[in-house]
């Protein structure tokens, strides 16, 4: 067992450096952002790690992501930009979660979604063929293929295909709860869309996912992305201009095409503070907006941006069961 631990810190760091000569080679700049910030991130159901200093001071955190501040960076003019760096999230360790975890992220102006997902899609096939020589290899018992093209498939087309319904007529609580009910899954007409929506993605819709190759998830529900613009289908219905990549049905990154209009921004943080204290009160600490990443984003030239789990990656490529397998040393988080 320690052989192959050591084996897997080897690969590691290999691929770690494979991923960085990756952006130096397309004119990335890798930054550095502060690991103790005022605002960890705004996202309603991640609980960030809060920092306890003198009595009297403003709280601090740990960040959930670098996000902000990278968004910070680009607003100051630098147009591509990378980071590998630990991120804090302080929920349940599990098989594939640990509280303080290796997160990849990188933002380029100027670029489409459909751009990012070509540069996400070559990235994975580069690390793929450096660790097996290949793009099909075998992971944790199964087969995975990372041959492309990869198959993009729209949240609506999913619940059509393995649901039979049309998202966009599902705009009522009651209704989702409904199917949920009609499906055997507990559920209440009081609960809000989005717990019974991931109620149906989590229990009909993931699990139907594609299970031996690598995918990109599009056009989310606009109510779960605070951070990325709109973009209307074919029927003029509004998603969130985003996406998810996963290899297997594993979830491994989620790029926006980033908002820059701080008003919005500054209306959809509100939001989700207060879905964060309906839900969780004074048991979760307040995550205060972050004033300068409201200035600088409205400094931002269009911008797209993905975070992506190196670990979880890693787990995937050296075959892995667990997430402690793939790290140097588990955290006492």
Sequence with gaps: MMTRQITLMEKRSDL????REFFWNLGYREVRTPMIVQSPGMEPHIRPFELHGPDGTPPRFLPTSPEFGMKKLLAKGMPRI????????????????????????FYETNLSLE?????VETLFCN????????????????TLSLEGPWRRFRVVDLFLHHLGVN???????????????????????????????FKLWLNLIEPKLPEHEAFFVTHYPLSQSSLCNPVLDETGFAWANRFEVYVGRTELGNAFDELRDPAKQRLNFEK????????????????????ELLTAIERMPPTSGIAIG?????????????????????SHA
């Design 16 to 19: 770690e450096r494979s991923i």
């Design 167 to 197: 998202l966009r007529e599902l705009t009522e609580a009651r209704t989702l709860a409904e199917l949920c009910r009609r499906h055997g899954l507990a559920a209440e007409d009081h609960e809000p869309w989005d717990d019974l929506y």
């Design 82 to 105: 990378f980071q590998i760096c630990s991120s804090f999230r302080n929920e349940p360790r599990s098989p594939e979660h640990h509280p303080e975890f290796t997160m990849l992220e």
């Design 127 to 142: 690390l793929a063929l450096r660790t097996h020589q290949s793009l099909r290899f075998e992971s944790a018992g199964r």
């Design 310 to 330: 190196l670990d979880r990656l890693f787990m995937i490529l050296f075959g892995a069961r667990t997430i402690d397998e793939v790290l140097y040393l588990p």
């Design 272 to 291: 989700d503070q207060k879905i964060r204290k309906e839900t969780y009160g004074s048991d979760w600490p307040e995550s205060p907006i972050d004033e």
């Design 115 to 119: 751009g990012l997902q070509d540069r």
